[in-house]
């Protein structure tokens, strides 16, 4: 099979496809003939920033049929068609999953469909469920043209937020976020991001996080689910009594399984009813994954960046 690895940190130009055996799935595991693989920032960071042993293949976000079931696996049966998260390896004809980070993949719904929907939409709803959300509240997404931040943007219409604002890198994204039903659209470098919100639901970090606290109202909350660090300083949030909250979907998946299973019923209800639709920016053969992590890096994309090695 093939296999994408990288031997050093880096950009794009340090992942190799090369030719590998196929994996045997271990206990509590099953082996997915994948069908499409998702592209994400934490990942391209991971590859550029290290923090895994080298050489290792990019973790990520699979979809397509399980072929084989390791020892004490219940639930699933070969044959069955899932999508889930594997920590390594994942950008391959085949992958090993642990069964716990598996959905089932309803009828009608595509590979395409279930990449881009399970993931990204787990930590698009888990971090708009951590803001403890009242109906009739603002929300402000930055990165809502993004894979996690165009669900966000739908999930809080859906959810049933007031007023929805769209933050993106660029005024060429803005047509794209009010076609995902956002009320508002700003992009980052505007003077004002308009009137306060309750709610900010950030995936950006880094320097971002001045202006997404300055966005709150008076008892806002900000809820921190990406990758790119940053400081709040403690005296921005004094001042409007507001609230910083940090989500991370490894934690409820280990946690708290029952809580993310729930989730994903409620992912899959409002998609079978017609009320999320995850966007596709890009789908690329397997041998095009730096073109991919390239598209992901210069955030060009307008939701999900997908490889179907089939």
């Known amino acids: 099979m093939r296999r994408v690895r990288y031997a050093e940190t880096g950009g794009p130009e340090v992942l190799r496809v090369e030719e590998a055996a196929v994996p045997v799935p271990g206990p509590g595991e099953v082996l997915v003939r994948t069908e499409a693989i998702g592209v994400t920032l934490p990942v391209v960071r991971k590859v550029r920033e290290g923090g895994l042993p080298l050489p290792t293949g990019p973790g990520g976000e699979v979809a397509g049929e399980i072929v084989a079931v390791g020892a004490e696996v219940t639930g699933f049966a070969v ?153 709040i300083e403690a005296y921005d949030l004094l001042v409007g009594a507001k609230s910083a909250i940090g989500f991370q979907m490894a934690l409820i998946a280990r946690e708290r399984p029952e809580l993310m299973e729930r989730w994903r019923r409620e992912l899959w209800e409002l998609f079978a009813a017609g009320r999320i639709r995850p966007r596709v920016d890009s789908v690329l053969p397997l041998e095009d994954v730096a073109k991919a992590f390239g598209i992901i890096e210069s955030r060009a994309n307008r939701g999900k960046v997908i490889l179907r090695p089939v």
Request: charged share 15%; net charge negative.
């Open 79 to 231: 044959g069955d068609r899932v999508a889930g998260l594997c920590f390594t390896d994942a950008f391959a004809d085949f992958a090993v999953v642990h069964a716990a980070m598996l959905s089932p993949v309803p009828e009608g719904a595509s590979a395409v469909d279930a990449v881009a929907l399970v993931r990204c939409g787990l930590v698009a709803l888990g971090a708009y469920e951590a803001a403890r959300p009242a109906a009739g509240e603002s929300v402000l997404v930055t990165a809502a043209a993004g894979g996690s931040g165009h669900l966000a943007v739908q999930l809080a219409k859906a959810r049933g937020a007031g007023r929805v604002v769209a933050a993106v890198s660029s005024a060429d994204k803005a047509e794209f976020a009010r076609s995902l039903g956002a009320d508002e659209v700003v992009t980052y470098g505007d003077e004002s991001w308009g009137d306060p919100v309750d709610i900010v639901l950030d995936a950006v970090g880094g320097e971002l996080l001045s202006p997404a606290v300055a966005a709150l109202a008076p008892g806002g909350r900000l809820v921190a689910y990406g990758s790119g660090g940053g400081t």
